[in-house]
């Protein structure tokens, strides 16, 4: 997987290793983009998601992968999310969406431990089951 996601990552309290990422049963890529309304409605669903699975123990990982057109927009989406991100204006914001064929946002994709994509329908499953189809996640990516 770190051949496809990369090395570092950014959080609200400083940089993120890959080897801090990998402990997590479970790693998600998120795109997505401030300026998108369905952005904007499905990430406070998400936010809630990835709060309960990850209580009490972390379990669960979110790399937030931009579509925004400035840093500005880029930093008042992730100033209200618990999860990872690429930086903005990081080449791997373009190469993922393009391994992964990113057409439209917000898509949430499960990751396969080699960096394959699991699942592209993390949303959709956010949406209609909430925090019991962690389970199911967990044993299609293991």
Same mark, same amino acid.
């Given at each position: 997987?770190?051949?496809?996601?990369?090395?570092?990552? =950014? /959080?609200? %309290?400083?940089?993120?290793?890959?080897?801090?990422?990998?402990? $997590? *049963? &479970?790693?998600?890529?998120?795109?997505?983009?401030?300026?998108?309304?369905?952005?904007?409605?499905?990430?406070?669903?998400?936010?809630?998601?990835?709060?309960?699975?990850?209580?009490?123990?972390?379990?669960?990982?979110?790399?937030? =992968? /931009?579509? %925004?057109?400035?840093?500005?927009?880029?930093?008042?989406?992730? $100033? *209200? &999310?618990?999860?990872?991100?690429?930086?903005?204006?990081?080449?791997?914001?373009?190469?993922?969406?393009?391994?992964?064929?990113?057409?439209?946002?917000?898509?949430?994709?499960?990751?396969?431990?080699?960096?394959?994509?699991?699942?592209?329908?993390?949303?959709?499953?956010?949406?209609?089951?909430?925090?019991?189809?962690?389970?199911?996640?967990?044993?299609?990516?293991?």
């Amino acid at each position: 997987m770190q051949s496809v996601i990369g090395d570092t990552f =950014i /959080s609200r %309290d400083g940089e993120i290793t890959y080897s801090d990422v990998e402990k $997590n *049963q &479970v790693v998600c890529l998120f795109f997505t983009a401030y300026w998108c309304p369905p952005c904007r409605t499905f990430t406070p669903v998400l936010v809630e998601f990835y709060n309960d699975v990850n209580y009490p123990d972390k379990r669960l990982e979110i790399i937030q =992968i /931009s579509s %925004d057109k400035d840093e500005q927009m880029f930093m008042d989406s992730f $100033n *209200q &999310v618990p999860w990872i991100a690429i930086p903005y204006g990081d080449s791997r914001n373009i190469s993922l969406r393009k391994r992964f064929k990113v057409q439209g946002v917000p898509i949430l994709m499960l990751l396969n431990k080699d960096g394959t994509l699991a699942q592209g329908t993390g949303r959709a499953d956010v949406q209609t089951e909430g925090p019991g189809c962690f389970d199911r996640w967990y044993n299609l990516v293991n």
